[in-house]
Nanobody, 128 residues
Framework: QVQLVESGGGLAQPGGSLRLSCVASGFTTDYYAIGWFRQAPGKEREAVSC????????YYADSVKGRFTISADNAKNTMYLQMNRLKPEDTAVYFC?????????????????????WGKGTLVTVSS
């Protein structure tokens, strides 16, 4: 059973930085894509960033482009989300996800058509 565990959330000041980590375990085949998603209070979950392993494409939501960076260390089964220049509107529960079953054509489609394994989330609060 694939399990994903996020860490690194917390309180940050506007303009500050946080790095989220997500450790994956329990899988025996290569993944197709990884990604980060978030859900703010009272809003629907949205895609933040994804990496497609096959074609090596990366997707970022317009709201985080230039501020957030997604990466992965396959040797450690860990993905990261470096978040810089944080804004109050970045406040949300952040979820990591991995796609193990369905190949798609690019990172954009993985981010927008979902993934099949999810972490439980870590809360990021940006406030002064």
């Amino acid at each position: 059973q694939v399990q994903l565990v996020e860490s690194g959330g917390g309180l940050a000041q506007p303009g500050g930085s946080l790095r989220l980590s997500c450790v994956a375990s329990g899988f025996t085949t290569d993944y197709y894509a990884i990604g980060w998603f978030r859900q703010a209070p009272g809003k629907e979950r949205e895609a933040v960033s994804c990496i497609s392993r096959g074609d090596r494409t990366t997707y970022y939501a317009d709201s985080v482009k230039g501020r957030f960076t997604i990466s992965a260390d396959n040797a450690k089964n860990t993905m990261y989300l470096q978040m810089n220049r944080l804004k109050p509107e970045d406040t949300a529960v952040y979820f990591c996800a991995i796609e193990m079953s369905s190949p798609r054509s690019s990172a954009y489609y993985y981010c927008h058509y979902g993934m099949n394994y999810w972490g439980k989330g870590t809360l990021v609060t940006v406030s002064s």
